[in-house]
C-alpha cells in the first residue's frame, strides 16, 4: 500500500514562494495520479491539480496556473508543487492524494483519490 507525506509547508511573505514535497513509500509513484489539493477553515477542498501516470499535468484554475508548478521527481519517489507570487488566500492545509485509476488525464474530486497525505499548512501573511 503507497503512502504518501507531505512536507514544506510553514510561513511565508506575500509575494513569496516556497516548494512542497509530497513524499512517497510503499510503492512507486509513477503508477498513481498523484493530486494536490488544499483546504482553508471552514471550506470545501479544492483542487488544486495534478500530474497522471503518463506526465500530464492538469491545473484547475487559470488563477493557479500560473503561480502553481507541479512537477516530479520519480528517482526520488517524489511529486513537488512550487508556489510563487503567494497571496493570502493561498492560506491552507495543502494536501496530496494518490490513486492508480489515471493514466491520460487525473481528477480533481477529493473522492476519487484513494490515499492521502496528512496535510502541510502553508500560511501567507506579512
Known amino acids: 500500500q503507497v503512502h504518501v507525506v507531505e512536507s514544506g509547508g510553514g510561513l511565508v511573505q506575500p509575494e513569496g514562494s516556497l516548494r512542497l514535497s509530497c513524499a512517497g513509500s510503499?510503492?512507486?509513484?509513477?503508477?498513481?495520479?498523484i493530486a494536490w489539493f488544499r483546504q482553508a477553515p471552514g471550506k470545501e477542498r479544492e483542487g488544486v491539480g495534478c500530474v497522471s501516470t503518463t506526465g500530464k499535468i492538469t491545473y484547475r484554475a487559470d488563477s493557479l496556473k500560473g503561480r502553481f508548478t507541479i512537477s516530479r521527481n520519480y528517482a526520488e519517489n517524489t511529486v513537488y508543487l512550487q508556489i510563487t507570487s503567494a497571496k493570502r488566500e493561498d492560506t491552507a492545509v495543502y494536501y496530496c492524494a494518490a490513486d492508480r485509476n489515471f493514466t491520460n488525464y487525473c481528477s480533481g474530486l477529493p473522492a476519487d483519490y484513494e490515499y492521502w497525505g496528512q496535510g502541510t499548512q502553508v500560511t501567507v501573511s506579512s
Open positions: 510503499g510503492d512507486t509513484l509513477d503508477t498513481y495520479g
